[in-house]
């Protein structure tokens, strides 16, 4: 893959199979961890990560969705990572991400890199 391919973008990493909103919370604590064992570290993050729910696979489960900005390679590292994390009862899952639905991720690369935000277009 080029670097011109492989440049920062949103990924999803969905972590399924909770069958209660209160567990798929519970798992943020060690994901934050993980991605960031100093929380009071100088920024900028490496990958910068939010957090979301949805759907299960099926009706009675929840998913926990990490968005992360960052490039495809070190998406799939991480979510390596939180697959030895989750247990195989967890299905982990990684894929490309809407910006516009993870805009805090990408403002946050952005601001913490001292790049100047992204302009919309709207009201131009």
Same mark, same amino acid.
């Given at each position: 893959?080029?670097?011109?391919?492989?440049?920062?973008?949103?990924?999803?990493?969905?972590?399924?199979?909770?069958?209660?909103?209160?567990?798929?919370?519970?798992?943020?604590?060690?994901?934050?961890?993980?991605?960031?064992?100093?929380?009071?570290?100088?920024?900028?993050?490496?990958?910068?990560?939010?957090?979301?729910?949805?759907?299960?696979?099926?009706?009675?489960?929840?998913?926990? #969705?990490?968005? #992360?900005?960052?490039?495809?390679?070190?998406?799939?590292?991480?979510?390596?990572?939180?697959?030895?994390?989750?247990?195989?009862?967890?299905? #982990?899952?990684?894929?490309?991400?809407?910006?516009?639905?993870?805009?805090?991720?990408?403002?946050?690369?952005?601001?913490?890199?001292?790049?100047?935000?992204?302009?919309?277009?709207?009201?131009?």
């Amino acid at each position: 893959m080029s670097p011109a391919e492989d440049q920062p973008r949103v990924y999803e990493i969905r972590i399924a199979g909770h069958p209660s909103t209160e567990e798929a919370l519970a798992l943020q604590d060690p994901i934050k961890l993980l991605l960031c064992p100093d929380p009071d570290h100088a920024p900028p993050c490496e990958v910068p990560w939010s957090f979301t729910l949805a759907d299960g696979d099926d009706d009675a489960s929840t998913a926990l #969705v990490m968005g #992360v900005y960052t490039s495809s390679g070190r998406a799939t590292q991480v979510a390596d990572q939180v697959r030895t994390l989750a247990g195989e009862t967890r299905t #982990v899952a990684v894929s490309e991400g809407e910006a516009g639905e993870w805009e805090e991720l990408v403002e946050q690369y952005r601001f913490e890199r001292g790049l100047p935000p992204i302009r919309s277009g709207r009201g131009q």
